[in-house]
């Protein structure tokens, strides 16, 4: 039997301490050649100044933090950014969709996009958009998730290996 999963924010303060965990779990992604903004030299140190980045902005509350933890230690994340244009109080944007590799299939990816949607939706946001490689894993947990793709765009990023690849971008309207 695997050990139980906990789903959970992340408070801007437990960061710091969580770097490296953070950390691996974004590089083990890269590595298995996610297309998450990175490309195949990524190090585990930029990996760990990725998330240093993020503190500012989840101290300052334009963006939150939730993890998957098994045994005290972050298998799997996602960033629920807020977004701050005075137009738009309403949207929100999902981003570092990551589970490891080894955690994967068994719903860590479906639980954590739930918790930063009904964040979103506490926190009275009613729309939510992402975008992701088209057929990629991320393209089919979305479509699981009830998530309407609006448009692919062809060469909008590089593979992990520096081939252009396409992106679909997806919305959801979520009530309350
Ligand atoms: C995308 C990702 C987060 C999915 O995480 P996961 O924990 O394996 O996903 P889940 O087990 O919750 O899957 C939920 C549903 O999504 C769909 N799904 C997820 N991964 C899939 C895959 N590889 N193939 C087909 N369907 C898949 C399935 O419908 C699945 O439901 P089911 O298991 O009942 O069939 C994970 O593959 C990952 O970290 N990939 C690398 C990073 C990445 O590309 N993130 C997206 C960037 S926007």
Redesign the pocket.
Known sequence: MPDPIAIRALEPDEVQARLKELAH?LHD?VE?????NFLADFTPEQAEGFWRGQMAGLSGGDRRLFV?EEAGRVV?T?ILFFAQQPNQPHRGE????????S???????????DAAEQAARDAGRTLLV????DG??????????GWTAFGTVPGYALTTDGRPEAATFFYKAIGR
């Open positions: 779990v992604c298995g050649g996610a297309s998450v998957a799997g996602v999902i981003g570092k969709m990551l589970v490891l590799r955690h994967r299939g068994r719903g860590l990816g479906r639980a954590l996009l992402l975008d992701t490689a990629s894993a991320g393209d089919r947990l979305y479509r699981a998730c």
